[in-house]
């Protein structure tokens, strides 16, 4: 069983930074992705960010410029760097491993609050 545990959420002002990890059991060279999801209150979970195993990596476009995915293949863990946060980024945050078969598996979510 793939578990996928999540850090570094919390409260933050506009315009400040967090960085959120996500620590997967076993290799993730075993997954074809990994990525961030997020969902707001009332709304429906949406894509942030991904990185194929190959690095190549995915934003949404309101986090383009501002949001940076990465991994730590010896650690086999995957961060995302948060800069400039909004109003609207807040939201609970998921980790996704997504394997070649199609299979996914997804962390508890982590709060991350935006506000002044």
């Known amino acids: 069983q793939v578990q996928l545990v999540e850090s570094g959420g919390g409260l933050v002002q506009p315009g400040g930074s967090l960085r959120l990890s996500c620590v997967v059991s076993g290799s993730i060279f075993r997954f074809s992705a990994l990525g961030w999801y997020r969902q707001a209150p009332g709304k429906r979970r949406e894509l942030v960010a991904t990185i194929t195993s190959g690095g190549m990596t995915n934003y949404a476009d309101s986090v383009k410029g501002r949001f940076t995915i990465s991994r730590d293949n010896a650690k086999n863990t995957v961060y995302l760097q948060m800069n400039s946060l909004k109003l609207d980024d807040t939201a609970v945050y998921y980790c996704?491993?997504?394997?070649?078969?199609?299979?996914?598996?997804w962390g508890q979510g982590i709060q991350v609050t935006v506000s002044s």
């Open positions: 996704n491993c997504r394997e070649w078969t199609g299979d996914d598996y």
